[in-house]
């Protein structure tokens, strides 16, 4: 059975940094595979949304709202990938999930951020 398991949430100031991790277990083909790895999130009141996305050779994508503040990367040898957010504002503030898409869409049970002074 496959399982996306994220850690690394929490309680931040506005301008401070977390970096999320998302590890995949249960795979019976190589992670390096996966076709699409992204980070959404559902902010309080609002739907949920992508937020950035990786593909299997490595291009990223995310929404203009984290560009130049938030890093998408993958790291294939830990079935693991990862995002690195830096200079957090209080609308950052969410339940962040992991997804991936080889085949099947799977998906983390989500991990906390909360920015707050």
């Known amino acids: 059975q496959v399982q996306l398991v994220e850690s690394g949430g929490g309680l931040v100031q506005p301008g401070g940094s977390l970096r999320l991790s998302c590890e995949v277990s249960?795979?019976?083909?190589?992670?390096?595979?996966?076709?699409?790895l992204a980070w959404y999130r559902q902010r309080p009141g609002k739907s949920r949304e992508l937020v950035a996305q990786?593909?299997?050779?490595?291009?990223?994508n995310y929404i203009d709202a984290v560009k130049g503040r938030f890093t998408i990367s993958r790291e294939d040898a830990k079935n693991t990938m990862y995002l690195q957010m830096n200079s957090l504002k209080f609308d950052d503030t969410a339940v962040y999930y992991c997804?991936?898409?080889?085949?099947?869409?799977?998906w983390g049970q989500g991990t906390q951020v909360t920015v707050s002074s």
């Open positions: 997804h991936a898409l080889y085949i099947y869409e799977y």
């Open positions: 249960g795979i019976t083909f190589r992670f390096a595979s996966m076709d699409l």
């Open positions: 990786i593909t299997k050779s490595g291009s990223t």
